[in-house]
Every structure is written in structure tokens, then in C-alpha cells.
């Protein structure tokens, strides 16, 4: 039985996988290095901003220390701040999502955003109130596709679970269901020993499959209790 739901966030509630491209773009542009959209699909998508950065910087040949980064990551966030402000575009049922999953399951999010913006776009959703956990880039020990993050999520689950039943069995990973869009996250979800949910908004239904998915998704409509319960109430797979 599932127990636990856990949500990557961009491109899976929030509508800005490109906002971030455009961003990242902007960014390296002003320190001369230059990706195109295929880059970013088939390279860098998956990663947080420092792993992001740290990455197209390398491809370029040039160095990265720290310092460095933080100043883009600062950079990139400011900017995400003014166009987040001009309007955040959400998936087609996120609020109706979360709330209906977090009525029968303990949500947690774990995304390569900065914790700012994942609580900014909950506060505009008005569903801060669902999430009992967030694993941000800045919490983040490594980025996917390392399982680290999921292994954190579980960690902040627990404790949530065993502040309300201190007598209750632990969670395990495998009684955790994640939902994803990116290639590199279905394989840190796996990597976690989690079962893990592709949804179509980023890549398609057989690299999703071929990335491990357990199952796959057109949009968040799908992804109900009932659906849960049906998919994943046993071990039938």
C-alpha cells in the first residue's frame, strides 16, 4: 500500500520548465557561454541550478568555483522572482492535485528549485497547507538523478509521521509513490527504491518507461486516490 506521495515540482505542478531554460540561457549568456534547447534536454534538465551552472560552465571549459555559482544562482533567482511576478503558469488541475492527494496521503516535494520559489508558487496555489515537507536545491546533499533528495524526503516524512504516531511502523521508501517529468528524476526515484509515476508534460510515454516509471501519465487529471489505489494497492506488478 502506498503510504506517502511525493511530488517533483517544475514541470510536474508548475508550468515553467522553460521559464527556467530561459533563465539558465540569459544567465550563462552574460558570462559568454551559450546552450541551446537541445542542450538543456538532453543535459541539463534534470539537475538544480548549481549542478545546472556548474555543468554548461564545465562543457564550456571554464572554471566554477563557489563564489561563482552562488552569484549566477542569486542572478537566475532574481530574475525568477520578476517573472514569476507577471503571472506562474500551473499544470491543468495542480491545486485540485494536491489538495485531493493530501487528503488521503502525507504529500512531500522534492524539486531542484530553490525553496523560495517552490513556497511562492504554494502560496499562489493556496496549498501551502497541503505539503508536509520540502526538499529544496538548498537542502539537496546531490542532485538527480542521485536518489539523495527522495532518500531526504523520506527522512522528513518520518519525522512528520512519527510526531503524530510515535508507535506507528517507519515508512519505507517502497511504500512511497513519486511523480515525475524528467528523465533524470524517474531514475532518483527508482534509485531511492521508491515506485515512481512519468507524466508526459516534458518527455514521452517510452523514455519515461525506459527510464524505470512504473507507470506513466498524460496529465494530472489522471492522478487521483482512485487511480492510485487501482495502480498501486498491491504488489501486482
Same mark, same amino acid.
Given at each position: 500500500? $502506498?503510504?506517502?506521495?511525493?511530488?517533483?515540482?517544475?514541470?510536474?505542478?508548475?508550468?515553467?520548465? /522553460?521559464?527556467?531554460?530561459?533563465?539558465?540561457?540569459?544567465?550563462?549568456?552574460?558570462?559568454?557561454?551559450?546552450?541551446?534547447?537541445?542542450?538543456?534536454?538532453?543535459?541539463?534538465?534534470?539537475?538544480?541550478?548549481?549542478?545546472?551552472?556548474?555543468?554548461?560552465?564545465?562543457?564550456?571549459?571554464?572554471?566554477?568555483?563557489?563564489?561563482?555559482?552562488?552569484?549566477?544562482?542569486?542572478? *537566475? &533567482?532574481?530574475?525568477?522572482?520578476?517573472?514569476?511576478?507577471?503571472?506562474?503558469?500551473?499544470?491543468?488541475?495542480?491545486?485540485?492535485? %494536491?489538495?485531493?492527494?493530501?487528503?488521503?496521503?502525507?504529500?512531500? $516535494?522534492?524539486?531542484?528549485?530553490?525553496?523560495?520559489? $517552490?513556497?511562492?508558487?504554494?502560496?499562489?496555489?493556496?496549498?501551502?497547507?497541503?505539503? /508536509?515537507?520540502?526538499?529544496?536545491?538548498?537542502?539537496?546533499?546531490?542532485?538527480?538523478?542521485?536518489?539523495?533528495?527522495?532518500?531526504?524526503?523520506?527522512? &522528513?516524512?518520518?519525522?512528520?509521521?512519527?510526531? *503524530?504516531?510515535?508507535?506507528?511502523?517507519?515508512?519505507?521508501? /517502497?511504500?512511497?509513490?513519486?511523480?515525475?517529468?524528467? %528523465?533524470?528524476? $524517474?531514475?532518483?526515484?527508482?534509485?531511492?527504491?521508491?515506485?515512481?509515476?512519468?507524466?508526459?508534460?516534458?518527455?514521452?510515454?517510452?523514455?519515461?518507461?525506459? /527510464?524505470?516509471?512504473?507507470?506513466?501519465?498524460?496529465?494530472?487529471?489522471?492522478?487521483?486516490?482512485?487511480?492510485?489505489?487501482?495502480?498501486?494497492?498491491?504488489?501486482?506488478?
Amino acid at each position: 500500500m $502506498i503510504q506517502a506521495v511525493i511530488f517533483d515540482f517544475n514541470g510536474v505542478l508548475v508550468d515553467d520548465e /522553460s521559464v527556467h531554460f530561459e533563465l539558465f540561457r540569459e544567465v550563462l549568456a552574460q558570462e559568454g557561454v551559450t546552450i541551446t534547447d537541445r542542450d538543456y534536454h538532453e543535459k541539463y534538465l534534470g539537475y538544480d541550478d548549481r549542478g545546472c551552472f556548474a555543468a554548461a560552465l564545465a562543457d564550456a571549459g571554464r572554471a566554477a568555483d563557489e563564489a561563482r555559482l552562488d552569484g549566477l544562482i542569486a542572478r *537566475k &533567482a532574481r530574475r525568477y522572482v520578476e517573472v514569476a511576478d507577471q503571472g506562474l503558469r500551473y499544470f491543468p488541475r495542480a491545486a485540485e492535485t %494536491l489538495e485531493a492527494i493530501s487528503a488521503r496521503w502525507p504529500v512531500a $516535494i522534492n524539486s531542484g528549485a530553490l525553496r523560495q520559489e $517552490i513556497e511562492y508558487a504554494l502560496r499562489r496555489l493556496d496549498r501551502m497547507g497541503c505539503v /508536509s515537507a520540502i526538499v529544496a536545491a538548498e537542502d539537496a546533499h546531490k542532485c538527480k538523478p542521485d536518489p539523495a533528495g527522495y532518500l531526504q524526503a523520506l527522512d &522528513a516524512l518520518r519525522a512528520v509521521a512519527a510526531g *503524530k504516531s510515535p508507535s506507528g511502523p517507519p515508512l519505507e521508501a /517502497s511504500d512511497c509513490l513519486v511523480v515525475e517529468d524528467s %528523465l533524470a528524476g $524517474i531514475v532518483s526515484a527508482k534509485g531511492a527504491g521508491m515506485w515512481a509515476v512519468g507524466i508526459t508534460h516534458t518527455y514521452t510515454a517510452p523514455q519515461l518507461r525506459q /527510464s524505470g516509471a512504473d507507470a506513466v501519465i498524460h496529465g494530472l487529471d489522471e492522478f487521483t486516490p482512485d487511480w492510485i489505489e487501482a495502480h498501486f494497492a498491491r504488489p501486482h506488478h
